[in-house]
């Protein structure tokens, strides 16, 4: 956490799906440690969530300590709507296939929780395990719908590391990305050298 921090990230990501190699225990008292000290620093504190509640998410977020909840499900609109009128930010995984894709696609899964006031992360599809996959977009069709949607906030996802996601960005004109599997050393063990080549790639 400390080298996302140094190298000049802002956000981490709380995995609270619990079939994740990367789930941490809302209960546990590391968890909210974790929490605490990434606010220390000054980081953006984004829980992942899987087809939960959103009475449970809120909960969850309340306890642990979190700025922001991500919906990486098949969670309903409803969900969002109710976060949102608690006052929670809510980033909600767009799921889209590995090959190209058209913009009319993206406009059809994304339309409602825009309207909804949600921020998207778009990501591939990955099936039951929902995200993590380490697989890329398709970047130019990221490309092809975000030049006809300038005023929605979005953030790539997909496969993202330290050696690719400068070209992704070049390639998307994506302003923020994420990243979960690429800064990792063996998998589900974040590595600092990872990290911060990562952010360089990213910022430089
Ligand atoms: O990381 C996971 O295991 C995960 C599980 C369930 C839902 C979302 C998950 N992670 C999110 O998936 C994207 C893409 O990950 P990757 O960079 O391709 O490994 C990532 O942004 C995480 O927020």
């Known amino acids: 956490m ?9 956000a981490i990501g709380l995995n609270f799906f619990p079939n994740s190699v ?3 225990d809302p209960q546990s008292p590391a968890t909210g440690r974790l929490s605490r000290l990434a606010n220390e620093l000054g980081l953006l504190r984004v829980g992942v969530f ?3 509640s959103a009475e449970r998410m809120a909960a969850i977020a309340a306890t642990v300590g979190l700025d922001a909840i991500q919906l990486h499900g098949d969670e309903p609109i409803e969900s969002a709507e109710s976060l949102r009128s608690m006052g929670w930010p809510v980033l909600r995984a ?3 296939p590995r090959g190209g894709f058209a913009a009319a696609l993206m406009q059809e899964r994304s339309a409602a929780w825009v309207a909804a006031g949600c921020h998207l992360l778009l990501d591939v ?6 995200g993590g996959s380490g697989k890329t977009l398709d970047w130019p069709s990221v490309a092809a719908w975000a030049q006809g949607h300038r005023s929605v906030g ?5 496969g993202l590391k330290p050696e690719n996601v400068r070209r992704a960005i070049e390639a998307t004109g ?4 994420d990243t979960a599997s690429g800064v990792e050393c063996p998998r589900g ?3 600092e050298s990872r990290i911060r080549a990562f952010i360089a790639a990213a910022t430089g």
């Open 174 to 177: 994506a302003v923020s990305v």
């Open 2 to 10: 400390r080298a996302v921090e140094r190298s000049g990230g802002d």
């Open 22 to 24: 990367r789930y941490v």
């Open 94 to 96: 767009i799921k889209l």
């Open 50 to 52: 899987v087809n939960e």
């Open 154 to 158: 979005w953030t790539l996802a997909g």
């Open 189 to 191: 063990v974040k590595d």
């Open 125 to 130: 599809d990955a099936g039951s395990a929902h």
